[in-house]
């Protein structure tokens, strides 16, 4: 039921094609870099089928603001709140798709896919070294998602009856005006909506629109590379404390809720900024054979932080719980989850 939905989210869903790899051949056969996250050129186009062929890969539901939407509903659940989440994206009609669909639901996420019957849905290869991870994005279908959506009755229900609203900076290069529809809905009723800055090419590439939509953003999210990007785009800097203060203090659309920045930096403190204070909450670090793989980590964090944000807790609470799912994620292959969630807020 539509009803009972808290929190929406709208972004790209994309099925991830996961390899763990022994060395960096692949990586440099196609010109990628660990630690990254680009959109699929022309010349990357062959490697979703090299990996097929060739590396026995996992094929795992991904999608940065899904992966968030499934982690936030598995913490719910474990708090006694069902059925409280929404995603919206664009998938083709084909097996990927319902696959997709599929994943999320049985993770408790209510779907409400825009449907591309000409256009295959967007993959995602996930190449892991060591741990550390590299993301090449194909989005086909996810790149076709349209304001049209938002108009369907059952968007309308999401969009009216939740309170919280999260899009990764991905969704920028796809919609951004569908993000402005939504950021408009929230600041007119006082909600919430939360942003990730995502990847430095947002930053760098996708300037304007990511402007446009931080001025509705009540929360921005971010680790050290893009907020690093983000600083030395608009001059702010080398000190992210200082650099989340500023973006906090930003021109901003809903002047009745400041905005709070948090910047997530791997196993260095986080760091959150709001209402001109600069708070650092200590991260436990995690023993380096324990490491499965990064991907996700990002992604986990915000679904904790989501988790208990919706529920009314503290900045404090919800760090705890975004660093717990963060540290949960790593030691997996992919954003992988069990039926339920021991976590004790």
């Keep these: 039921m539509s009803s009972s939905i808290v929190l929406v989210g709208m972004e790209n869903p994309l099925l991830d094609i996961s390899a763990e790899l022994s060395d960096h051949t692949l990586l440099e056969k196609y010109g990628l870099e660990l630690d990254s996250a680009i959109l699929a050129e022309e010349k990357h186009l062959p490697l979703y089928k090299e990996l097929v062929e060739n590396y026995n890969p996992k094929y795992i539901a991904g999608g940065a603001t899904q992966n968030s939407i499934r982690v936030a509903q598995w913490m719910l659940k474990s ?3 069902s ?3 929404a995603f919206m994206g664009c998938v083709g009609k084909d097996d990927f798709g319902r696959q997709l669909d599929e994943c999320a639901t049985n993770d408790g996420v209510k779907t ?16 892991v070294v060591d741990g550390e991870r590299s993301l090449c994005t194909n989005l086909q279908a996810a790149n076709n998602f349209k304001p049209s959506h938002l108009q369907t009755d059952l968007a309308k229900q999401l969009v009216e009856n939740a309170n919280f609203f999260y899009s990764a900076g991905y969704f920028l290069t ?5 993000y402005v529809i939504v950021g408009e809905h ?3 009723n006082n909600k919430v909506l939360c942003l990730n800055l995502s990847a430095p090419f ?13 001025e509705y953003a009540d929360f921005l999210f971010g680790n050290e590379s893009e907020a690093e990007a983000y600083a030395k785009k608009h001059n702010l800097g080398g000190d992210l404390k200082e650099v ?4 906090a203090a930003s021109l901003k659309k809903n002047t009745k809720r400041s905005r709070t920045v948090v910047f997530t930096q791997g196993s260095k403190s986080t760091i959150v900024a709001c209402d001109g204070k600069v708070t650092e909450y200590a991260v436990d670090p995690l023993a380096k054979e324990l490491l499965v793989d990064t991907n996700g980590a990002g992604d986990a964090f915000v679904g904790g932080f989501l988790a208990q944000l919706v529920q009314g807790k ?11 799912a963060a540290r949960y994620i790593i030691q997996q292959s992919g954003t992988q989850l069990p039926t339920d969630c021991n976590y004790k807020a």
């Design 314 to 324: 503290s900045i404090a609470d919800a760090v705890a719980a975004g660093h717990w």
């Design 186 to 188: 929230v600041a007119a």
């Design 202 to 214: 947002i930053v760098d590439f996708f300037g304007d629109n990511l402007a446009t939509a931080l």
């Design 79 to 81: 708090a006694g709140l």
């Design 112 to 127: 409400h896919y825009m449907i591309d019957e000409t256009t295959p849905t967007g993959t995602c290869a996930v190449l």
């Design 174 to 178: 796809v919609s951004v005006e569908s």
């Design 83 to 85: 059925n409280a989440t």
């Design 244 to 247: 989340a203060l500023k973006v």
